[in-house]
Every structure is written in C-alpha cells, then in structure tokens.
C-alpha cells in the first residue's frame, strides 16, 4: 500500500485548508486511516482517523469540533478539512493506514502545514 498526502501550504490563523490522502496498490488490506501530525521538537501525534468500511471516526481532543476526516472509497482517498486553524496546528501532516485497527502499517510522506499569526 502506498500512501499520498497532499494539500499542505501557509495559511493565516482562523483559515482553512484541506488535506488529501490518495491510497494505492492492495488498498483492500486498509481498515483505518489515520492523520497523525508532528511538530518541530515535538513528538508525533495523533489527529483523527477513520474506518474505512463503516467511516467510523476518531478525533483527538485538540482538534474536536475544528476538523472533519472524510473518505471517498471509489477513489481510495481520505481527506482532512480543518477549520479554525491555530499556530498550534502547525507540523507536518502523515497519513496513515491500519490493517487491523491495530498499528499503523503504511505511511504517506507528510505534508507540511503553516498557520501564520
């Protein structure tokens, strides 16, 4: 499974961006994808995630009532729309997939999100 994040760039706080992830090849080993992201000195963290049959979806508390995790199935892609950007949003975004709900198993490259003051 390879996976194609996509949708990063500089935005103001209070803004919006969207992300993509586009998943390819035995995309039918996917059970969950997931955002984590990961800040300059910081660890990498958890965003959101959603399964990919039932679109059951996850959030991690910081970012509840902001973001929306969505999938498209015929396209094998998951997106991320986030509202209500903070400075503290900023980090590079990975998408992720799961093949058990378990451990992450696949990971995209990771786009880069900028939230300016």
């Known amino acids: 499974v390879q996976l194609q994040a996509s949708g990063g760039g500089l935005v103001q706080a209070g803004g919006s961006l969207r992300l993509s992830c586009a998943a390819s090849?035995?995309?039918?080993?996917?059970?969950?994808l997931a955002w984590f992201r990961q800040a300059p000195g910081k660890d990498r963290e958890f965003v959101t995630a959603?399964?990919?049959?039932?679109?059951?979806?996850y959030y991690a508390d910081s970012v509840k009532g902001r973001f929306t995790i969505s999938r498209d199935n015929a396209k094998n892609t998951v997106y991320l729309q986030m509202n209500s950007l903070k400075p503290e949003d900023a980090a590079v975004y990975y998408c992720?997939?799961?093949?058990?709900?378990?451990?992450?198993?696949?990971w995209g490259q990771g786009t880069l999100v900028t939230v300016s003051s």
């Open positions: 992720a997939g799961s093949k058990d709900y378990g451990a992450y198993d696949y």
């Open positions: 959603i399964s990919w049959s039932a679109g059951t979806t």
């Open positions: 090849g035995r995309t039918f080993n996917i059970a969950a």
